[in-house]
């Protein structure tokens, strides 16, 4: 989206690592091995992770989130979850893309969120994009949390590794608004989502 600018090149480099150093709080289970992509906060029954420390999760930090604990995955993480084959229309290129990876719903199901459709997800990229929206739409979207793009895993600095997105091609009340109109819920470069009960 052109309305979408990154952040200086420290704040990225700092995605890809920051989230793996958490302070020494109690863990209900092993962090992820490799380096998390995701971290998911508030109303969720799991986690892996302490609260937010301000010195090594300083992405986290700068875009003002604060937990007290947190689930954390991995690549691996991710690819464990049966995987969705979607083919948008993308508004970048306006070429039809094979995008595959988990159902959001699925994610949000495996780290314990509450199930109410009124459950609020902000979805949260990178670059400081952020959007909220809701379970119920999540499912009615059939949103993914897609890993990968035509085949290849989506590389840091394109609009991966994560990209929370749909198939607007099939979304009736989406397929006919102008292709730069129908993916404002979509954030690429996905790294935080935070789970709040209606």
């Known amino acids: 989206m052109d309305k979408r600018q990154f952040l200086a ?17 109690g863990r209900n289970e092993s962090c992820a091995a490799s380096p998390v992509l ?9 986690s892996n992770r ?3 420390d301000p010195a090594f999760d300083q992405l986290l930090a700068k875009q003002q989130v604060k937990f007290p604990r947190a689930y954390a995955l991995d690549f691996q993480s991710i690819a464990s979850l049966p995987a969705v084959t979607i083919k948008p229309t ?4 306006a070429r039809q893309h094979t995008l595959s990876g988990p159902l959001l719903g699925d994610v949000l199901e495996y780290v314990g969120a509450p199930g109410a ?6 979805l949260r990229a990178i670059d400081g994009y952020a959007v909220m929206t809701t379970l119920d739409k999540i499912r009615a979207y059939r949103f993914i949390v897609a890993t990968h793009m ?33 993916f404002e819920l979509c954030p690429w470069g996905l790294y935080h989502m935070q789970v709040t009960e209606a």
């Not at 459709?117 to 902000?122: A, K, Y």
Request: hydrophobic share 40%; proline share 8%; aromatic share 6%.
């Open 90 to 93: 993308t508004e970048y290129d």
């Open 117 to 122: 459709g009124e459950t609020q997800i902000l």
């Open 150 to 182: 035509d085949g290849k895993p989506m590389p840091l600095g394109g609009v991966g590794p994560l990209w929370a997105v749909y198939d607007a091609d099939h979304i009736p009340e989406l397929a006919t608004r102008p292709l730069k109109d129908r």
């Open 9 to 25: 090149s420290a704040a990225v480099l700092g995605a890809a690592a920051t989230p793996a150093f958490g302070r020494k709080t």
């Open 38 to 46: 995701l971290t998911i906060t508030g109303a969720i029954k799991r």
């Open 50 to 52: 302490g609260a937010l």
